[in-house]
């Protein structure tokens, strides 16, 4: 009877034995679906080119019902440099509806910065959204500003995600360097040393989220090694707009073009006794338009446009009528642009303007206020300086920036290095962003008699339009 019992005994504890063994040799998969836009500039409506935030929102809730786990994510650039109705609303409008889509994980944008620290703080409150970046820190004190943090975590059930934000390197010239007095930018390789190791330990899932450019990702910065060698599965490119989609070694690099036209969908599997992403696939997807009933991203938007309805109504109406299409990064459409700029101030004699601050081509047809302001997003004002013919030469190697200047017949010319007079004194026209030192512009301190005019940019075109009407 002992024998039997001793045997019963030994044949419990091998099968508890071989069912805790079992237990534990026994992974368990955990899947992510990260869900992904950039450069959304505040498009969040519906019009005929775009399917709009709600329509999106719906595309997205029904992966959120289908999926156990998923994430949001951003590239950066979210509210500025957009249309009307974010630009009217400094933002706002475009935050509650990224507020209403879900909680999202964003790098900085340089374009976050365009309303000022102030309101990009605010903006960050009424979006609940975590804005990252491991690479901007204060001069003085050499610590990250307390509106941003390196890095965050994200826990779901079974498994943990570390996600590092990057903003981009050029920020200080990209935005008004105003806007981001003492700060100064460390290198992505720098920061992702520093950062990586510390985000291992904690996390299962690393994730970095930069805000440049996919293709300069791929072969500018010494970044791909630090993605093998630390296992990140995905990293989040934008600023250019770009579709790119490759995986280099185990690391999915992915930009999904700009305005929720498109969006990412990416999914990772990890294995938690293997204690690595074990696979992982990504898409770009349409933001196609689906059937469907108004949603609460409608009503936000609509109270929104009630809100600027006043201002958009005068927006509409056609001020004027322009005979032929300019192009995007086309000579004479600049030309075109400093023409209205010299009629508004007939003494300055040479005009300077960044390419970044004309974003959309002027179409033929009716023009409204509406148009001019979707060429012209930003809220730079112009400013009147005087600057020798040879400072301006040294500016002018800069390829961000083109200037223009009248010839004596009063046409306006594409400026050509070699016409400008290195002795003379020249009367120019620039928007504050470049006086300020955007796009590494450094006439600040080679110039005289300065008058800030107040005026946007975008106004004279629009009082050149009221005046003439017909514009060929
Ligand atoms: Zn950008």
Redesign the pocket.
Known sequence: MFFIRQKFTLILMTLIFLFISSESNFSKNYKLTILYTN?EHGWVETDSNHAGAANLYEIWNNVIKQEENVLLLSG??NFA?APPLSMETKGASTMDVFKALGHWVAPI???EFDFGVSVFKENQRRSNMTYLSANIESESTGLVPDYTRPYTMKQFNGFKVGILGLA?IETPS?TNPNNIKGLQLRTYEESLKKYLPEIKEKADILIVLI??CANKILTDYAVLSLFDEYNVAFVGA???HQFVNQKENNSIILETGSYLRNYGRVELTYDDLKKEVISSNSLILDNVKIERKLNKIDTIISNYQKEIEVSQAINRKVIGKLERDYTRDKDDYYTFICKTWFESFPKTDFALLNRGSIRQDLKKGDINISAIKLIMPFENTLYLVDVKGSNLIDELKNKKIIGCYKSSNNTIMYSDIKEIQPDKTYRIILPDFLYCGGDKVSIKSKCENLEETKLNYQEPMINYFIKYKIVK
Request: with cysteine; hydrophobic share 15%.
């Open positions: 450069d950066g650039d440099a944008g340089n374009h981009n990209l805000h440049d934008g600023h250019c």
